[in-house]
Nanobody, 119 residues
Framework: VQLAESGGGSVQAGGSLRLSCAAF????????MGWYRQAPGKERDQIAI?????????WYTGSVKGRFTVSRDSAKSTIYLQMNSLRSEDTAIYYC????????????WGPGTQVTVSS
């Protein structure tokens, strides 16, 4: 599975952006896709997950809950991250990842897309 993010850019605080992540290749066994981010000088953190195996359930880390929404278009093997009320602390490289059922680690990663929020 290959992943490709798009939609990053620069925005002022309070603004919105929508990220997309397209998956290419066989999705057999992929049960979840998610978004991570890595701010300068910090570790990469998981921020949102969506189940793609049928349940469609989602999870958010506390700092983005209520502001970010993860969704999917199964027909296009694409997930999205709608980011509203952006803050300067949301500035980071955002990565898309895919998880294969039964594996402990997230196996597939996109190259990342930069999001910069200016105050």
């Amino acid at each position: 599975v290959q992943l490709a993010e798009s939609g990053g850019g620069s925005v002022q605080a309070g603004g919105s952006l929508r990220l997309s992540c397209a998956a290419f290749g066989s999705m057999d066994g992929i049960n979840a896709m998610g978004w991570y981010r890595q701010a300068p000088g910090k570790e990469r953190d998981q921020i949102a997950i969506i189940m793609v195996d049928g349940s469609g359930g989602s999870w958010y880390t506390g700092s983005v809950k209520g502001r970010f929404t993860v969704s999917r278009d199964s027909a296009k093997s694409t997930i999205y991250l709608q980011m509203n009320s952006l803050r300067s602390e949301d500035t980071a490289i955002y990565y898309c990842a895919a998880h294969r059922h039964g594996q402990e680690e997230w196996d597939y990663w996109g190259p990342g897309t930069q999001v910069t929020v200016s105050s």
